[in-house]
């Protein structure tokens, strides 16, 4: 049952009226059999307006869970206030809860430099690579080239790690602030090499930059995003990595006639380091954060900012409930395996899992000579047409998040990857289809990032945020993108190997049946998440908490 909130049942009131208390407020809801006239509000003791104020905006009892708490419906009823003497006291029916006056979107802009540079340096080297092997001397190197790619992910992996220890130690404003510094030093160092010692250096620092980025971007955003919208602001994310991977395929054009120019490529992406740095100084702090801090004033101050005066006091009602164990201990990573909380961990585990193994870089990878097949000789021309494709879908996504949810979208998404997968792979092997095999790779190729841009993209790093309770978060979604990274890591080391011994038309159907046990486990796993807040889907899935 969809729930907007949730009280703590103290007990009977008058006339079997149930009472709710939170801190100082208390509330009445009458007893089914029982008819209450509504009557005017002039006069009526401000303590009770007081009181009203803190109630869930148009809502409907249901029946007790075994958890010991109440669900409360969103449907317009009849709300009913116990005055400072006693007296039960009928009032108007609540409103709906009002627009937001705050604003968000300027700080959810300033997080995504984050995601600007996370793709911007996964991307970059890919044109860069043939001109810096000439100007390093390691043209015939192919190993130390192939370090000097890997070293970003290794690099990427050890960041992922530290983003949510630092995330919870110093907050997720200053950890953006002291992000930026792997990622200023590392830019400039790859701009500035004249070694390959000094390159691979520059680029581990890169890596450990946009490995800190992929796991705070998502959670800042979805720790200061409204629950209406948090959807649509969380597939930002995806897209602005789409953007910086295409910035950077942009920023290779010159590379033809100006064969130095690789070195501006990199230290161009010094600009939004800074930018990241400066602008994270005049950002409010995640309020979640903040309230589990104890710094409840500034907490208050911050919800100001993000959604306007008016929700305050809704807010801080929703972070209490789900914050009532505040006084436990600080949660360790071996704790993340216990029983406890493994069952919602394994889940962002698993996702990350399928969204790499499902074969995403390898369709990349191959796409050139895919495109090639089809007639398609210019490189730009075909890394342009898939770049294109997995920024239309993750915009489409955007505007579907809130509307089909999460979980229909990633089952959308692996249901279309699957077939894409097996498209590809008969087009390559199936004797009636040679005279179309070129169109047919090219059309899957597109399909894939497609779907692949529609949910499987997204709506990992979107979710997971929302499922880990509050006292997890950081931690959790670190080690989920450890599993990205080591993930992205492997296949890059074995998949070459593996082509070579089964055929790229075999790999392409293995592919194809992890998409499908990607789809089979969502199916039975994954919990929808649209329109509820972060403590409400906290509530629901970890109801001993709270």
Same mark, same amino acid.
């Given at each position: ?10 007990? /009977? ?39 009203? /104020? ?10 007790? /869970? ?81 370090? $000097? ?52 250096? !520059? ?12 796991? $705070? ?18 597939? $930002? ?28 490529? &990199? ?14 100084? &005049? ?91 089809? *007639? ?67 059309? *899957? ?6 779907? &692949? ?38 296949? *890059? ?37 649209? !329109? ?15």
């Amino acid at each position: 049952m969809h729930a907007t909130s949730a009280f703590a049942v103290k007990g /009977r009131g008058l006339g079997g009226a149930v009472n709710f208390q939170h801190r100082n407020r208390a509330f009445l809801l009458p007893p089914t059999n029982t008819n209450f006239t509504p009557i005017n509000l002039s006069g009526t003791d401000s303590s009770v307006i007081a009181r009203l /104020r803190c109630c869930t905006m148009g809502a409907e009892l249901t029946r007790p /869970r075994k958890s010991g708490f109440l669900e409360l419906k969103s449907r317009s009823v009849k709300a009913y206030a116990q005055s400072s003497d006693g007296d039960i006291e009928d009032v108007v029916p609540i409103i709906p809860e009002e627009k937001s006056s705050g604003t968000v979107l300027p700080f959810v802009a300033i997080a995504c430099l984050g995601a600007i540079l996370f793709g911007y340096h996964l991307g970059v080297v890919n044109g860069a690579l043939e001109y810096l092997a000439k100007d390093l001397a390691i043209t015939e190197n192919t190993v130390v080239q192939g370090w $000097i790619v890997s070293t970003l992910l290794a690099g990427a992996t050890v960041g992922s790690f530290t983003g949510g220890t630092l995330a919870d130690k110093f907050g997720r404003t200053r950890t953006f602030q002291l992000d930026a510094i792997p990622l200023v030093i590392g830019g400039f160092l790859c701009a500035t090499a004249q070694s390959v010692q000094t390159m691979i250096i !520059g680029r581990l620092l890169a890596g450990i930059g946009i490995g800190i980025s992929s796991a $705070i971007v998502p959670l800042y955003i979805s720790e200061i995003s409204p629950t209406e919208i948090r959807g649509t602001l969380g597939s $930002i994310n995806q897209l602005f990595i789409c953007i910086g991977i295409l910035a950077a395929l942009v920023a290779g054009l010159p590379l033809a006639s100006n064969p130095l120019w690789w070195r501006t490529m &990199f230290g161009v992406s010094v600009i939004p380091s800074v930018l990241l740095a400066l602008g994270m100084a &005049f950002s409010p702090e995640s309020p979640r954060w903040l309230f589990q801090q104890g710094r409840i004033a500034e907490a208050e101050k911050s919800i100001k900012t993000l959604y306007g005066k008016e929700r305050v006091s809704k807010v801080m009602l929703d972070l209490s409930s789900s914050n009532q164990d505040s006084s436990e201990p600080e949660v360790g990573w071996f704790d993340l395996f216990s029983s406890r909380y493994w069952k919602v961990v394994s889940v962002g585990l698993s996702l990350f899992f399928f969204q790499q193994m499902a074969g995403i870089n390898a369709v990349v990878y191959y796409s050139t000579s895919v495109f090639r097949s089809a *007639g398609v000789t210019s490189d730009v021309a075909a890394s342009a047409l898939v770049g294109a494709a997995n920024v239309f879908g993750t915009v489409i996504a955007s505007s579907l998040m809130d509307k089909q949810g999460r979980k229909n979208l990633l089952i959308t998404s692996f249901s279309g990857m699957a077939a894409s997968m097996l498209l590809l792979s008969l087009s390559l092997t199936w004797n009636v289809l040679a005279p179309y095999s070129g169109t047919l790779a090219v059309l *899957g190729t597109v399909l894939y990032v497609l779907s &692949f841009s529609l949910g499987a993209g997204p709506v990992p790093a979107l979710l997971l945020p929302e499922i880990f309770a509050s006292r997890i978060r950081a931690k959790a979604v670190s080690l989920s993108l450890g599993m990205h990274w080591i993930s992205n890591f492997v296949i *890059g080391l074995y998949f070459l190997s593996v082509v070579n011994k089964f055929g790229i038309s075999t790999v392409y159907l293995g592919f194809a049946s992890v998409c499908i046990l990607a789809v089979l486990y969502i199916a039975g796993n994954v919990v929808e998440t649209k !329109g509820r807040s972060l403590e409400e889907i906290e509530l629901a899935l970890n109801p001993s908490t709270a």
